[in-house]
């Protein structure tokens, strides 16, 4: 039998490892930035055009590489970072397996110009599908020149795969955020299409924040410091009030090192436990500091994901130094937010001993007895009629104001069946506001819970894309022009879509660099929220809907739907609950908010019925 197994020339074998190395343009951004901090640079330029599919550069002004060097760079396993399997254990650098040049010459054209400080010229290289088509001395600056172009070139079907420019950008900031974080002490630029995006100069790490993700997280950001005997912990995490339902703040750095870890994310949410609700999410920048024998960092190709010697310990010490910030700098009180305030309000003068309050469903410590099998004694429940009579008079705070307390007694629950009444028709009955979240509505087979949110988020969906096929838009002026300035990388976003947004009934324009102007805003925009607010989270909302490839005109809809549309507790008044009812049963696709989820539910008269025999 002839012999069937061969040695893999080096160009595909270089292609079978890009292929798990270099995934995007991103990609190819980390591991060049990487190069350049392991070089020692004081100042990094990261230049891009057409989201890093035409070409990317990195400039810096690190140790650079001799002509032997330069060429030896781009072959397998070729590296400076370690000499013998030992120094696995023991790695401070970014980069250490040689694979990333190797892997990105064999899918693009590169051209690397480099010169050392001692030496006089630079050496320039061009390789093309690894092979070398010029090696030449050139007059340059000292350090590292490397410009990437084409990527994916010769693999058609991994570049037809690649996602839309605005996909593509919001992966490279990603990798470029986890790099200048991890890294205040260098100067970092970046510029996307002749336009300069970040201008970092170098900072301590609060300044760095800021600089990356805004001026007003300076004000959010609490303190983190804590040394143990396993690992020091320091950094920011933010305050219980700057939480927010989409995640993007998230950032955990092991020597500089950016990782991605349920577990140690478990261990920051559970830190904040009883703080801020279940849904939302901190925003934190954590930096540990652990003996590199302690952790294994050649996990993944990606250098993403770390074993730590003892995660359990990791995760504990994590969790006490965050409370333990908490605690010191944190003004926020300790909240409940499985209490039903309307419920309660009346009872917030009873209080029991620890400031415990004492409620029909909850009285106080002192009411339990520590012997007879913790039951309440007789004078807990004594009395215990009158917690409930007039119950139907008690006042309870919603927004400063006090309403009356609807009850079983009321109208709204006086339900009377008409057979004739259809989804969405009254039965002469007002709908009724349930914690002002959820609409009360009859309907001839029961009963109907609408969800404000969803509703209206369904209403304005479907008018914004309306709006966008018609080309017919209003805009209420405002008084005075205002002014919103973003963080950079979502003030790029906004830039592209501007046309798009203003299409919608807004009236904005660039002011230059990160600041917008408005003039007017669409009618539909809820005005107890401001509209710097709103255009914020829009533009979240279309960054994080970039992945699903939407297509433009559906995206916005989505986004600025999702962004105005009126909250959770938000009280309305009965003519905006019939109007929303009539409104979302115009609607199209009246079941499903734009996220999916449901807009109503029905309680059935036969379930409510078998509800209260079992």
Known sequence: MPDIIKLLPDSIANQIAAGEVIQRPASVVKELLENSIDAGSASIRLIIKDAGKTSIQIIDDGSGMSETDARMAFERHATSKIRSANDLFCIRTMGFRGEALASIAAIAHVELITRPPHDDVATRIIIEGSEVKKLEKVQAMPGTSLTIKNLFYNV???????????????????????????????????????????????????????????????????????????????????????????????????????????????????AYEDLI???????????????????DINVHPTKTEIKFEDERMIYNYLRVALKHSLGQYSLMPM??????????????????????????????????????????????????????????????????????????????????????LGMGKTSGKEPYQLHNSYIIHHV?????????????????????????????????????????????????VLKSILSGVNALGFEMEHFGHNTFIINGTPPSL?????????????????????????????????????????????????????????LLFACRMPEKCPSGRKCFIIYELDDIAWRFMH
Do not use: C
């Not at 002026?477 to 990388?489: D, G, I, M």
């Not at 533009?539 to 916005?556: A, K, R």
């Open 277 to 295: 609700p279940r849904d939302v999410f901190p925003p934190y920048f954590l930096f540990f500091d652990i003996d590199p024998a302690n952790i």
């Open 335 to 420: 909240l409940d937010f499985s209490i039903d305030h309307n419920f309660n309000t009346r009872f917030s003068g009873q209080m029991g001993s620890g400031g415990h309050t004492a409620t029909p469903d909850r009285p106080s410590r002192d009411d339990f007895s520590p012997v007879e099998g913790n039951r309440p004694p007789k004078q807990a429940v004594k009395g215990w009629e009158d917690i409930y009579k007039g119950l139907q008079q008690s006042p309870a705070v919603e927004g400063g104001q006090m309403e009356a307390v609807r009850t079983l007694q009321s109208e709204a629950f006086q339900i009377t069946l008409d057979e004739s």
């Open 526 to 582: 809820d005005s107890s929220v401001s509209v710097e607010e709103v255009i914020d989270r829009m533009v979240t909302q279309y960054i994080m809907h970039l992945e699903f490839e939407l297509g433009i005109e559906d995206n916005l809809a989505r986004s600025v739907a999702i962004s105005a549309g009126i909250k959770k507790g938000k009280r309305l008044e009965k003519e905006e609950m019939v109007s929303l009812i009539d």
């Open 156 to 270: 058609p079907a991994r570049r037809k795969f690649l996602k839309s420019d605005p996909v593509e950008l919001k992966h490279i900031l990603d990798e470029f955020h986890r790099v200048v974080l991890a890294n205040p002490d260098i100067f970092f630029s970046l510029h996307h299409n002749g336009n300069e995006i970040y201008h970092l100069p170098k900072a301590n790490l609060r300044q760095r924040i800021t600089g990356v993700m805004g001026k007003q997280f300076s004000e959010k950001l609490i303190p983190v410091s804590e040394e143990t005997e396993v690992a020091t912990f320091s950094g920011f995490i933010g305050k219980p009030e700057s939480a927010k339902k989409s995640q993007g703040e998230q950032f955990l750095f092991v020597n500089k090192r950016f990782i991605k870890s349920n577990y140690l994310n478990h261990s920051v949410r559970s």
């Open 444 to 492: 001839k087979s029961g009963m109907m819970v609408i969800d404000q949110q969803a509703a209206h988020e369904r209403i304005l969906y479907e008018q914004y894309l309306d709006t966008l096929s018609s080309g017919e838009y209003r805009s209420q002026k405002e008084l005075f022009p205002r002014t919103v300035e973003l963080e950079p990388s979502k003030a790029e």
